[in-house]
């Protein structure tokens, strides 16, 4: 039996880049994984053998590191991802369509004598910034994100009113620690709005919102944030959250004879619950 084939792409993932921008007092670094993939007409590539439309690859992770090679200044990760999509777009006839992940390992200046290091950099913990940028002959989209915020509030975070069957054993609680990894990527109105500016005002908001939000549920600070976002960023049309609910269990101190305080916790990472959702404009 003939088998059709009804969707495909191809590229090259995992693409590391490291930038260094070079003034006469400071350097600036970037540190980029990218993940590029092409759709078009590469029917025959499989049907046939034919690799005659088919750019190798190995090109695509040259030509990061080319058009990388390009500017002096470190661009920002939506500037540069629209760049590569387009590049490929017109360069490849064969090609009807450019997905471009972008994620961003933050650096920090390391802090001496009161000062930041011109050169010397620490990775700022486990955050990164993300986009990702779909780009064909007649429409560009841009969606910046971050992933593993790390956030934690030690109470006004509760959790009750719960619906309960036979293996329901949770306590009810109306004071706990809320802990979790932010996971968020929102839309912008138009491509040209998508500036590190805007991002960071974005983060500020998400992190604000955790911070005072009396929180009810993962779920309801999930939506307070992302109400927050679409309330104070009118160029920010959509936006999504996965919350890992990380569970901060209380450890009962008094069979070791020391007074509960409620000041001693068990971290664990699995299992968690897991909360998402998308918001957008009405």
């Keep these: 039996m003939a088998a059709r084939l009804v969707q495909n792409s191809y590229g090259k993932s995992r693409v590391r880049l490291m930038k260094v921008e070079r003034h006469g007092d400071h350097h600036e ?3 980029l994984n990218i993940k590029i993939a092409l759709e078009g007409d590469f029917d025959e ?3 046939r053998g034919d690799n005659s439309n088919c750019l190798p690859t190995d090109t695509m992770k040259n030509t990061v590191y080319a058009l990388a090679a390009q500017t002096e200044q470190i661009e920002e990760i939506e500037t540069f991802g629209l760049r590569l999509a387009d590049h490929f777009l017109a360069n490849n006839d064969q090609v009807s369509g450019v997905t471009i992940d972008i994620i961003e390992h933050k650096y920090t200046r390391i802090p ?7 050169h010397s950099f620490t990775k700022s913990g486990g955050e990164k910034r993300t986009t990702f940028i779909e780009a064909t002959r007649n429409a560009r989209s841009v969606e910046s994100g971050l992933e593993d ?3 934690i509030k030690t109470t006004r975070s509760g959790f009750s009113g719960f619906k309960k069957d036979n293996y329901t054993f949770l306590p009810e609680t109306d004071d706990r620690i809320f802990c979790t990894a932010v996971k968020s990527k929102w839309r912008y109105v138009s491509p040209d709005v998508a500036t590190e500016e805007l991002w960071r005002g974005v983060r500020q908001t998400i992190l604000e919102t955790f911070a005072n939000h009396e929180s009810l549920s993962v779920q309801h600070t999930l939506y307070a944030m992302g109400e927050a976002v679409l309330d104070k960023h009118a160029d920010v049309v959509e936006i999504s959250f996965s919350l890992p609910n990380i569970h901060c269990i209380p450890v009962d101190v008094t069979k070791f004879g020391e007074s509960e305080r409620h000041a001693i916790f068990l971290p664990t990472e699995e299992p968690h619950g897991l909360i998402e959702a998308r918001l957008t404009r009405q």
Excluded at 112 to 118: A, N
């Design 112 to 118: 001496i004598d009161g000062r930041d290091h011109e």
């Design 29 to 31: 670094l970037q540190n």
């Design 45 to 47: 590539v499989h049907t």
């Design 149 to 151: 915020l790390t956030v």
